[in-house]
Structures are given as structure tokens and as C-alpha cells.
């Protein structure tokens, strides 16, 4: 972890939040290249959910939320976690994250601490009118669900998709940007009859699985959780957790969870007319019947859903964790690679005068640059250090698929020198092909 950490640190993948001023725990900034890679992941998953799907929506709604939705969520009650103090270090810990170093005779009583994050909303602050900063996506995306199919004119089975911030007041954020206050999820609520929601559930956890390895982080590093007991959320019927191995331990990437028919039916009016399978309280506040009409029986109905839901930092670490490798070379040196799957890369290719005052070839890998960087596939820079060699290792750290050299020969002859990161073979490639080989380097 403390590699990781310093490498995001000194490439500038991720800050602490309001350093200048001490931080604020649980807040991390993403840097010049966290930003692209963190935006990468996002729009890979947004891909395959919306736009290699035909049966998906997306969704981008607001994070201040109404507290009746909240509310009839269940969240003011049970989004809570059990505190405790230690009486000796004086600390506060979430009940099942006390240090060794605490004893047990020490802590106090645990008391149910909630976990949102409140705050007026308007210029009036006497307590009636204000908002939650929400603590997942998923309730905006069932608030939604007339709006969308009533715009959409979808039927079941269909999914509403959506990334964005949420907000956790955690007792004790942790474990670099594993577990922090403020975080993005990717969220998707697949919507389908009740009756198939077991069949759906085990598809999205083979479709999911799929889509980790396709960013690096294979099925065999990750463990699925039935989660049991008392750790079941109280609209879940069942949860799978993909487990992962992170530096710091085996813990929670990603949750699906079958949330049945709890959401739209705690949301929805005229409850007693939708035989809401799951236990919900009686809404008097709802506008809105959050049910689908059967097309054969015209009958409402209140569909299942089954929701995975995985956090855009968790993925981060994981991605990086997987890509990052310290290789010994032939020279006794060794050298930091992050093997990015080139999609996720935070820079797509570098390219490389060999030297660095001559105007021929500082203009020439300019012009190289706007030809990829027209290409749209990503960010492509020109490393104009003058020397190579350091511009290889700096590209091997962040994670650069393919350098480009620009040396006389590309005045000359029109090549340029090919360099691959995770094989540092090289090869010379006439200028006409580079875009292909690019868009083929890429698309791999
Ligand atoms: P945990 O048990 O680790 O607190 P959770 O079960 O509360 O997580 P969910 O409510 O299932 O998490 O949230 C879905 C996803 O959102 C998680 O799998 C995780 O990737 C992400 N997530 C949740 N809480 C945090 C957090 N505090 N910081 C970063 N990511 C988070």
C-alpha cells in the first residue's frame, strides 16, 4: 500500500484532500492523471452497461436529496453503524474496526451512529428545511423509475444506470481511498419480474465478474460473498459481495444485491393496491405509483430489482493493485510498471523528440501528437525532457502503453521508433501507419 500511495502521490494520480491546511480525513483529490484514469474507469463501465446493452438507461440526478426519500428508504432508521470509544487512547472506532492496541475493557457501550451527511437547504436554518448529501445513488434512480419509463416507454426486464458522488459520514475512513467520506458509485438498478429475480442475480454476477477482468483484475482474485445475518441490508433478500484482495486485506469491491420490490414499493402511492411482496412502511407522502403495467394482464405490477453497485475508488485501488509490478532488468536496475489495460491508461501514447532544442523534431512530434490526439481515443502528450531513457521509465511508471521516438530518421525517412511498455521491445514504423497501429494498440 505505501508504494502505491507514494507512487499516486509523486505522479500525481491522487492528493490528500485540503492538504495545505492539514487535510480533512477521508477526502482525497484526484490529480492530472488520476483524473484520466478514474474518468476511464467510469466510462468503461458506463459502456458496457449503456451502450453495449439495448436495455439500459442512464441517469445522472442530484446528490441533495429530499428526506421523505430517505426516510421511506429506510436510511434516517438503519443507515447507521455501531460506534464505540476507547477510554484509554481516547478514539472513536466503528464497533468491528477496533485496533488490536485497544482493549477490550476499554471501549464503551457501541451506540448507532448514522452515517448521512445533513445540511440546510434555502437561506432559512431552523431546522425544517433541509437535505441529506446522499449516501448511494440508487434512491435517485428509483425516484426516477416513472419519469424514465414514462419517457422510455421501456418494459421488463431494463436497467437505469448511474455514476456519481455519495456521501458517508464513516466513523473511521481508512486505508487510503478504500474507505473515505466522500466517493463515487456506479450504480445500475436492473429492473425484472418478480419470479426472475434469482435467474437475473446470477447473470449479473458472471456479467460483472466479466467486466473486473476486462480492467485487469481477473475472476481468480476475487472471492464472492454470501452475505449473512445480521450483515444482510433490510431490503435485501440476497447480497453477493465480489471480495478482493487489496493490499490491505480481503474486503468489499462490489455489491449485488436482489433489493426486491422494497424500493418502488416504500416509494410508491397506493401501496395496498400493489401487492408489495417485501415489508414497507406506509407511504402518505408519495405522488407517484412506482409500478409497470403487464402487457397481456394490464396489470400493475411492482418489479424486483437487482442491483450492482461498485465504488469508482475501490476500483481505483484494485486497478492499480493489479497493474502495479517492480521488474529487475538486465542492467541490475529495476524499473515501476503500471500495466494498465491501455483503455484505462491515463496517457495513451508519449511522443519523444530525441532532441530536445531542434525545431524539426520538437514540430514534427507536435504534429504526431494532434494527428493521435485527434483520433479521440484519449490523451497523447509530447515528452520533451531530452532525454529518453527517463522518459521511458517516467511512462513505464504512469502507465503509458507505447512511446514514440522522433529522431532524424523520421526527417529522413519518415519512420519513427515504436517503444512497447510492458515488453520495452522497439520497433520502427513508418508515419502512415501509426494511427492504426494506435487505434489497434488501443482497442487490445
Ligand atoms: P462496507 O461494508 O465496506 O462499508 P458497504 O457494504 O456499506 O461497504 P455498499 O453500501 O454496498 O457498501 O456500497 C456499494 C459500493 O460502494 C461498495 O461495494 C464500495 O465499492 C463503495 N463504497 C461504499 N462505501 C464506501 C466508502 N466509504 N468509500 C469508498 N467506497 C465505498
Not at 23 to 47: H, M, R, T
Not at 109 to 124: A, C, S
Not at 300 to 328: C, H, K, M, Q, T
Request: hydrophobic share 35%; glycine share 6%.
Amino acid at each position: 500500500m505505501e508504494e502505491l500511495v507514494a507512487l499516486c502521490k509523486r505522479r500525481g494520480f491522487i492528493f490528500q484532500s485540503n492538504e495545505i491546511y492539514g487535510g480533512l480525513q477521508g477526502l482525497y483529490d484526484f490529480g492530472p492523471l488520476g483524473v484520466e484514469l478514474k474518468n476511464n474507469i467510469k466510462q468503461s463501465w458506463w459502456a458496457s452497461m449503456v451502450y453495449d446493452r439495448d436495455d439500459i438507461e442512464g441517469l445522472d440526478a442530484s446528490i441533495l436529496t429530499h428526506p421523505e426519500v430517505l426516510k421511506y428508504s429506510g436510511h434516517e432508521d438503519t443507515f447507521t453503524d455501531p460506534m464505540v470509544d476507547c477510554k484509554s487512547c481516547g478514539e472513536r472506532f466503528r464497533a468491528d474496526q477496533v485496533p488490536d492496541y485497544c482493549k477490550e475493557d476499554d471501549l464503551t457501550e457501541p451506540r448507532q451512529f448514522n452515517l448521512m451527511f445533513k445540511t440546510n437547504v434555502g437561506p432559512i436554518d431552523d431546522g425544517t428545511s433541509f437535505g441529506y448529501l446522499r449516501p448511494e445513488t440508487a434512491q435517485q434512480i428509483f425516484t426516477n423509475f416513472k419519469n424514465v419509463i414514462d419517457s422510455t416507454s421501456r418494459s421488463l426486464p431494463f436497467g437505469i444506470a448511474q455514476i456519481g458522488k455519495a456521501f458517508r459520514n464513516e466513523i473511521t475512513p481508512r486505508n487510503f481511498i478504500f474507505r473515505v467520506r466522500e466517493f463515487e458509485q456506479m450504480e445500475l438498478e436492473y429492473f425484472v419480474d418478480p419470479g426472475n429475480d434469482d435467474e437475473w442475480h446470477d447473470k449479473w454476477v458472471e456479467l460483472r465478474l466479466a467486466w473486473w477482468e476486462a480492467q485487469g483484475v481477473p475472476k481468480e482474485k476475487i472471492k464472492l460473498l454470501d452475505v449473512e445475518g445480521k450483515e444482510l441490508a433490510h431490503y435485501s433478500k440476497k447480497t453477493v459481495d465480489l471480495m478482493y484482495e487489496f493490499p490491505h486485506g480481503l474486503e468489499e469491491l462490489e455489491g449485488i444485491a436482489n433489493r426486491t420490490d422494497f424500493d418502488l414499493g416504500s416509494h410508491s402511492k397506493n401501496q395496498e393496491d400493489l401487492e408489495i411482496k417485501a415489508k414497507v412502511a406506509k407511504n402518505s407522502s408519495s405522488n407517484a405509483k412506482l409500478a409497470i403495467q403487464e402487457q397481456d394482464t394490464n396489470k400493475w405490477v411492482i418489479p424486483f430489482v437487482i442491483e450492482p453497485s461498485a465504488g469508482v475508488e475501490r476500483a481505483f485501488l484494485a486497478i492499480l493493485n493489479e497493474a502495479y509490478r517492480e521488474e529487475e532488468l538486465n542492467d541490475g536496475k529495476t524499473r515501476v510498471l503500471l500495466s494498465l489495460k491501455p483503455h484505462l491508461a491515463p496517457i495513451k501514447a508519449a511522443v519523444i523528440p530525441l532532441k530536445k532544442n531542434n525545431k524539426d523534431l520538437v514540430d514534427l512530434a507536435y504534429k504526431l501528437k494532434n494527428q493521435l490526439q485527434n483520433m479521440k481515443l484519449g490523451r497523447v502528450v509530447v515528452e520533451n525532457t531530452g532525454n529518453i531513457g527517463k522518459s521511458y521509465r517516467k511512462h513505464d511508471e504512469i502507465g503509458t502503453p507505447v512511446c514514440i521516438t522522433v529522431d532524424f530518421d523520421s526527417l529522413e525517412k519518415n519512420k519513427v521508433t515504436l517503444r512497447d511498455r510492458d515488453d520495452m521491445s522497439q520497433e520502427s514504423l513508418d508515419i502512415e501507419e501509426i494511427s492504426s497501429f494506435f487505434q489497434q494498440k488501443l482497442s487490445s
